[in-house]
């Protein structure tokens, strides 16, 4: 038994029960949840350090012989989120003990995200299709309840279709799980492994598949499923709405990878067109759409739909440059989109709004926020030296290579859009000059535990961008891992014989 | 037979929640949790029957037995659905009590 694939599950976990029994308490549950973060963060480092020695950490709990039972396991991919989810989880958390306000604090903001936490260390870790589905359950009804809380109208609209929506892709999981069940006897990624690449399942195996990634789409906001994330996204406070851009559509792109290499490789290679065709109108769709906004926080939600197609399309391309690609991508947005997000907190912080028409001037009157939006912002956009610019430059070489033509120039073309849009963005709320005027009040003082997380995200988008070699060859090991089931199969199987 | 209630069960829910009325997106979606429910249940083979219990003085089950897998994943699914279905019926309460709304077009004006 191996604690350390454990310890990012349970202990949010039990920070999140911790908090709950301090409910009349805000301070304490503060603590907590920044105790908690602090070593979350830390622990999920050294998982990453360890896997990155050892290869593959197999935990079972109790004491079921291998295939049965509930086992957790740590790849190079899980760790590598594991810990971008942390990091990103520690800022947030100290982001909003600054940003949100009281009320919504008291109602337990802080144990919440804790449950968000665990509910997404938990999909990543686990090594089962059922602990998939309820690992997600649980991130989502945090995640719904940190949506709707504050009880705004705009809030509660958005929340009701958040909510349903997010249901039926719920439903549609579970269905494809019980037919993956009902088909070969198993759930576990090991033993599907094992038993999918001998043999081909008798009956509606491509519907269980179909099934699986149409759910999984829909909670990753995939072309045509992304109608609930924009409708949704922009109404939560900017530091929710941070965590839910940084974790909620990244873990569901996991999941769809995780499947996709664990139990139809080969069908999924077959269909590689439907993938491309599905990148590519992911991406456009989201830019197309932000191109019509006009608030900070409406361009910046449908930005994170055209930024899945991105990642999409390096599962479309496939092997280990495109998969390689995917994972860095996965990590850059982790960085820089919440980063756009903590930035617009900022200025709806000193003006109350983030409506492109009531803003202006900041980039006088807010050097350093003003600096801490561009730079996330230029990365987004694919500009060098930054993390977006790596990214995309994997993605587009292993395109080319595996003469993915239209997809890739389409990536292409949506980079220039996403550079529009940023640059609209900057020109209206940052360069042009204030419309309120000279009778516009002093900016007010933005407090540093706001401006510390924000610039912390930030700077990971520039060191990802600077240090691409290493963390590339990081991405390209995961990927080559996750592309040897046999591997995987044995590692799982042997640590289950093993006592 | 249980396939065709399956069936029934989703084409009620999918209707349902193509109406206008959240109440009624409601219903359909508690609907699709039992339709859900069901299917995986019909997916792992009900037709055998006997209880997975091994009888007394004997080493193993020698007859084919229902698999309890299924009734215990459908059993955590049913406590998952429960829980967002509470939790959705609560937020529709409260998105009428503060918008006074019922209907999803006037509410997407509302975002």
Request: one cysteine or more; proline letters at 6%.
């Amino acid at each position: 038994m191996n604690a350390l694939v454990v310890i990012p599950v349970a202990l949010p976990l039990v920070a999140a029960a911790a908090g709950f029994l301090f409910h009349r308490w805000p301070r304490i549950q503060e603590r907590i949840a920044l105790g908690a973060s602090v070593a979350l963060a830390g622990a999920s480092c050294a998982l990453l350090w360890v896997v990155r020695r050892e290869g593959l950490l197999v935990t079972r709990l109790g004491a079921w012989p291998m295939p049965h039972g509930v086992v957790f396991v740590a790849d190079l991919l899980s760790a590598l989120l594991v810990c971008a989810v942390a990091l990103l989880g520690l800022a947030v958390v100290i982001y909003a003990s600054a940003s949100v306000g009281k009320r919504r604090r008291a109602f337990g903001l802080h144990p919440l995200v804790q449950v968000l936490l665990a509910g997404a260390c938990g999909v990543l870790l686990t090594a089962d299709l059922f602990n998939l589905f309820v690992w997600f359950e649980v991130m989502l009804i945090a995640s719904f309840v940190l949506l709707a809380l504050g009880g705004t109208p705009s809030q509660l609209a958005g929340a009701t279709k958040y909510v349903t929506l997010n249901l039926l892709a719920s439903t549609f999981l579970l269905c494809g799980i019980g037919l993956v069940y009902g088909l070969t006897g198993t759930l576990s990624y090991a033993d599907l492994a094992r038993t999918l690449s001998s043999t081909r399942p008798d009956g509606p195996f491509s519907a269980a598949a179909f099934l699986l990634m149409a759910a999984l789409a829909i909670k990753s906001a995939a072309f045509p499923f992304f109608f609930w994330l924009p409708a949704s996204y922009h109404t939560p406070p900017p530091a929710m709405a941070a965590l839910f851009a940084g974790l909620l559509t990244k873990v569901g792109v996991y999941a769809m990878i995780r499947c996709a290499t664990m139990l139809f490789p080969e069908e999924l290679q077959r269909a590689s067109v439907l993938v491309a065709f599905v990148a590519g109108a992911t991406m456009l769709t989201g830019v197309l759409g932000a191109a019509a906004q006009k608030d900070m926080r409406r361009i910046l939600s449908f930005h994170i739909v055209s930024q899945i197609g991105y990642m999409l399309m390096g599962v479309a391309i496939w092997g280990v440059r495109g998969l390689g690609g995917a994972v860095f991508f996965l990590l850059h947005n982790m960085a820089a989109k919440p980063a756009l997000f903590l930035s617009v907190g900022v200025v709806e912080h000193d003006r109350g709004s983030s409506a492109l028409h009531t803003l202006g001037g900041l980039a006088r009157q807010r050097p350093v926020a003003s600096l801490l939006f561009l730079v996330p912002a230029l990365s987004l956009a694919g500009l060098p030296p930054l993390s977006g610019f790596a990214g995309k430059l994997v993605l587009v070489r292993a395109g080319l290579d595996g003469g993915l033509w239209l997809v890739t120039s389409v990536a292409l073309a949506v980079s220039l859009l996403t550079l529009y849009s940023m640059i609209k963005i900057w020109l209206k709320a940052f360069w042009s000059p204030d419309p309120r005027g000279d009778d516009a009040p002093p900016p007010r003082d933005t407090p540093r535990r706001m401006i510390a997380p924000l610039a912390a995200v930030a700077a990971a988008t520039v060191a990802l961008g600077v240090l691409a070699e290493p963390v590339a060859a990081l991405c390209f090991d995961a990927a080559a891992q996750l592309l040897d089931r046999e591997a995987y199969a044995q590692a799982v199987f042997a640590a289950g014989e093993g006592r | 037979m249980l396939s065709a209630l399956v069936g029934v069960l989703f084409a009620a829910s999918i209707y349902l929640m193509l109406r206008h009325s959240t109440v009624k997106i409601l219903i359909g979606l508690s609907l699709l949790g039992h339709a859900a429910n069901l299917f995986v249940f019909s997916a792992a083979g009900p037709h055998r029957r006997d209880p997975p219990v091994i009888p007394s003085g004997e080493e193993a089950v020698s007859h084919p037995v229902a698999d309890p897998l299924p009734q215990a994943l459908i059993l955590t699914a049913i406590v998952i659905t429960f829980a967002v279905v509470v939790f959705a019926v609560v937020l529709v309460h409260r998105t009428h009590q503060t918008t006074g709304v019922r209907d999803v077009d006037s509410l997407a004006k509302r975002e």
